[in-house]
């Protein structure tokens, strides 16, 4: 599917500037380096010289593209549409997840494609889902349209089983209707042979559920049966706060009404990354690292630094590493199919009030995002998906406490080869500033990059409020501080970090293409 976003060449600025510096006769003194806060140090003496307004245009280029967009939003609902019609049910459900992405929030667009999205949702039986997507929709959607949702809410309750709140609901979408005025009568005509049909279903699932109980003998406690559908619906036992009564008010948010609230969906796994069960490791948990199965051994080379290898022959389709990673990003193509979070897949979008480039799973992931690493990234994460492993240096920074941050980078020495060889294994900031990084095999053009892409970075952190101080020429120490760690992460990520792949696929990830 294609990304809405537009693609910048980040790698054509740097040659650009490598080219410069060619020129001005500034290559040779950068060849000659010897350290990342050395580095860094050069771009930024020689900035004016190097980058002129180079940065201004590279941050600015695609601004616009950052940003909620309605048209787009629009034009992706109708795409989706157009996938629904087709049953080609996971692409119209990842049009409508990017038409939420990119609609503005409590919008009549962003509501409609909600409502979109809980018809693909019922489709593919996620009633619990569904109705959740429908929540979503209520506050801001048509008021003419809103009997459809109301209907929908009752077909999801007779799949789940529920013949009496079935039936209430479908008896507030035949209120609506009554009310609203200019509604099409052809087309009405046909909708009440839908829930007359609706109505049927729920009166046999209510007749079989009477039927279920009283072959249970009533041993206990007699239950509960009605004489027919309008008794069902005087005697069921609904909350007094209609759902009739707060449709007609779309501006005003719904209060929280515990009783009435919908099922809530099963919660989401708390990571793809780490399975609970640690006894599924080949062999069980090693004892240096208790991530890894039994059959590797951490070794120490100093050419590779610490690493890990097998010690016996591995058979395949065997669980031999489990890990949570310290820190990790989607890759931009994946933007509206697993969350930004914790890279579960996406069944029901929760958005970024600001940028149109993320989506998470629910609202624990939004609002842990949000309020952490994902304040230093919106502005700019038009900018950021550009730079590839470098936006994961970025990250790694800015999921990091402040605390722990500042103490590390401020304390921390050359990795010690005794302390390295000691084989200890530890999932923290100190431990990622101790991987290595090969930076002697790396050629004089790529060091040169890496240090103009860690410069460009510590310039989108100095824009947020990451830096400590407020003082011009501190914040000019503590940016240049950060920019030779971004440098450092760069090189270590390139040796280091992993690519993750999904190879096989659960009922929920049939909606991933
Ligand atoms: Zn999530
Ligand atoms: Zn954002």
Known sequence: MESPFSDMDWLDTASHTLDLAIQKGLYADFSHLKS????????????????????????SSTASSQTKNATTAISFRKKGNDYFVNKNLSRAAWCYRASIALSTVNSQDMALSYGNLSAVLFELSHYHESIRAIQLANDFYPNELKFKLVFRRAACYHKLNDPERSAYELKICRDLIKKTAGLDRKKIDSFCKEMDQLSQQIALLNQRKVEEKEEEATQQKPTTSYKDLDDLVQNSQTPTDTLASRLTKPTEKAPIDTEFCPPSPPSPPRSVFLIDDIKLLLNGPNEQVPCASSTLSMVYSKEKGRHIIANQDLPSDALILNERPYACLLL?????????????????????????????????????????????????IHVLKTLGIAFLAYRTLTITDHETLWTTITQTTLPNETETKTNSYQSDYLSIQKLITHTEQMSVDDLFHYSLTAYLLSEIIKSTNFLQCNQVKKRDTEQILLASVL???????????QTISITKTNQINEMIF
């Open 332 to 380: 931009p193509k994946f933007a509206y199919t697993y969350c930004d979070h914790c890279l579960t897949s996406i069944v029901i979008p929760y958005v970024c009030p600001q940028c149109s480039h993320v989506l998470f799973c629910s609202e624990h992931c939004q609002q842990r995002a949000l309020n952490s690493y994902h304040q230093y990234e919106c502005k700019h």
């Open 36 to 59: 990342d806060l050395d580095r860094v140090r050069f771009i930024h003496n020689h900035r004016v010289t190097l980058l002129s307004n180079t940065f201004e245009r590279y941050l």
């Open 487 to 497: 440098l450092k992460h760069i090189q270590q990520m390139i040796c280091n970090a």
